[in-house]
């Protein structure tokens, strides 16, 4: 099937690169393991997030848009990559961070003072209604003559899977260009719209790639869910056909640690490992639990495929807060 993709913007530099491993990871199965490196789509090293903000920014400005509202941590990639797209096109970023904020901002949040778009602090409580919080928001500036669009967190809803849609694709016709054979695909998990997005690409293309997750926050039973709905409410709104069920999601859960946004020594072993031996960094809120996850999860036979995808999604400024604990 050919997919005909919906009007983006085009802050994401695109194709991102696919490079092997440099050394020789003790993976007992044998495993061979790739990169996609979606740390380098640009934006502010923004990572996987501008691949789905780059859909849903094109949505605001079709719907006349004046302020783009968005929520997430304090050291949120998502929120400040929202920022930065939302100032580059003439529009007021409003943020809704949960989390204390240290008086000396580091990070995402340093970047986000920067720009000086409207932050409303939230509680972790305050943050389960934020939904409500953020529609309020948006009837406010009504009474105003201005216009708020709403963008979940991560970017993940119907709109924003479009992203991972287009990089399934991209990753297809990498393989075939560059004769890889790999087999599968392994990502973090923290808001569910990139599983979401893989998956529908893999079902869009009837491909054999098999697509696979380890949740850094929450469960595996609350993301299958999750992901379930997107992928429903995708098919419905654009009129496709195709079966899906809740079984057809795989994401591996007991690697959240101490929870979200916490590092304990595992992660900050496999963020030093990770670095010494590739030179690259891995973020601590998403890929470090991710690759750990998988690093552990080949050895144990768990996951069987020989020839790995790992997408690294970026964050890095998200590492800066962490400094005391990795040095």
């Not at 079709?62 to 050291?75: D, M, N, P, S, Y």
């Not at 409303?120 to 953020?134: A, C, G, H, L, R």
């Not at 690093?295 to 964050?315: D, M, P, R, V």
């Amino acid at each position: 099937m050919k997919i005909i993709f919906p009007e983006s913007l085009h802050f994401s530099n695109l194709p991102t690169p696919i490079v092997p491993l440099q050394s020789d990871w003790p993976l007992k199965s044998g495993s061979a393991v790739w990169i996609k490196r979606d740390d380098l789509t640009g934006m502010e090293v923004s990572g996987n997030k501008v691949r789905k903000l780059d859909f849903l920014f094109m949505d605001a400005r079709k719907q006349k848009a004046t302020h783009i509202l968005t929520c997430g941590g304090v050291q949120s990639n998502h929120c400040r990559t929202a920022a930065f797209m939302a100032t580059r096109l003439g529009l007021t970023p409003v943020l809704f961070l949960k989390g204390e904020q240290a008086n000396v901002p580091t990070g995402n949040l340093l970047l986000n003072r920067l720009l000086q778009p409207e932050i409303v602090p939230v509680t972790v409580d305050e943050y389960k209604q934020i939904d409500s919080i953020m529609s309020a928001k948006c009837e406010e500036l009504k009474t105003q003559g201005r216009l708020g669009y709403s963008i979940p967190e991560g970017g993940s809803n119907r709109i924003g899977v479009w992203g991972y849609i287009q990089c399934f694709e991209e990753i297809v016709i990498q393989l075939q260009e560059q004769s890889l054979p790999v087999d599968s695909i392994v990502v973090a998990t923290g808001s569910g719209g990139t599983h979401a997005g893989l998956l529908l690409g893999k079902l869009l293309c009837a491909s054999p790639l098999q697509v696979f997750s380890v949740n850094v926050c929450d469960d595996a039973d609350y993301f299958r869910r999750k992901i379930f709905k997107m992928i429903h409410e995708f098919r419905d709104y654009y009129g496709y056909s195709f079966s899906f069920s809740e079984d057809d999601i795989t994401i591996f859960d007991g690697f959240v640690g101490s929870g979200y946004g916490q590092i304990d020594q595992d992660e900050i072993g496999i963020i030093r490992e990770f670095a010494k031996r590739e030179g690259m960094v891995l973020d601590p809120v998403y890929t470090a639990k991710a690759f750990l996850g998988m690093k552990t999860l080949i050895e144990q036979g768990a996951i069987k495929s020989k020839n790995i995808l790992f997408i690294h999604t970026g964050g890095i400024f998200g590492i800066f807060p962490y400094a005391a604990k990795l040095v």
